[in-house]
Nanobody, 118 residues
């Protein structure tokens, strides 16, 4: 089992930055890939960035060049640095983890609200 807790959300003006953190506890965190998802009101949840257990990263086209995902296995934390924020980035952001050999994200945090004002 892996327990995840997000932090770092808040209210920011368009063009600003936020850094989200996803802290983990439980089994060997380095064996897990982690994704950051977001869900805006009335919209489906989408994967915005992911990082594998080996450190490979992927981004949704909508955030490429603006968001950076990284991990520090020593402190069992994954970060999402969000720059040049836009009002359309407003959503609840969730982190999720999957064992390196799994295709599904099985462990989820409770979410953190990000609101970008225009």
């Amino acid at each position: 089992q892996v327990q995840l807790v997000e932090s770092g959300g808040g209210l920011v003006q368009a063009g600003g930055s936020l850094r989200l953190s996803c802290g983990a506890s439980g089994r060997t965190f380095s064996n897990y890939g982690v994704g950051w998802f977001r869900q805006a009101p009335g919209k489906e949840r989408e994967l915005v960035a992911s990082i594998s257990s080996g450190g490979s990263t992927n981004y949704a086209d909508s955030v490429k060049g603006r968001f950076t995902i990284s991990r520090d296995n020593a402190v069992k934390t994954v970060y999402l640095q969000m720059n040049s924020l836009k009002p359309e980035d407003t959503a609840v952001y969730y982190c999720a983890a999957r064992y390196y050999s799994s295709t599904s994200y099985n462990f989820w945090g409770q979410g953190t609200q990000v609101t970008v004002s225009s």
